[in-house]
């Protein structure tokens, strides 16, 4: 399991970086004290390996790529 610890686009922490460092069929999941609060996306987030994101739904974290690109790119054959 992966924990995303800050709303940064990128670095330790982030969603971003979260999402390098997992394992093929890790879970990611987000410190509860970022719920209701969004992390701004300066390009899209590539996966390339089966992961789980999972949020808390009663207090979520958006993911925004403020329009300027698509906030995730699935390769082929990866399940998300």
């Known amino acids: 399991m992966a924990l ?3 709303l940064n686009d990128s670095g330790a922490g982030s969603l971003r970086q ?3 460092d997992a394992a093929a ?3 990611i999941q987000f ?3 970022l719920g209701g609060q969004t992390i701004a ?4 987030l590539l996966i390339n390996k089966n992961l789980t994101i ?3 739904e009663s207090n ?3 993911i925004d790529a403020g329009g300027n690109s698509r ?3 699935i390769d082929d054959g990866n399940n998300f």
Request: proline share 8%; glycine share 8%; no cysteine.
């Open 31 to 33: 410190d509860p004290s």
């Open 25 to 27: 069929g890790d879970t």
């Open 4 to 6: 995303v610890s800050n």
């Open 54 to 56: 999972d949020g808390d």
């Open 71 to 73: 906030v995730f790119n």
């Open 18 to 20: 979260a999402i390098i």
């Open 41 to 44: 996306l300066a390009s899209e």
């Open 60 to 62: 979520p974290v958006t």
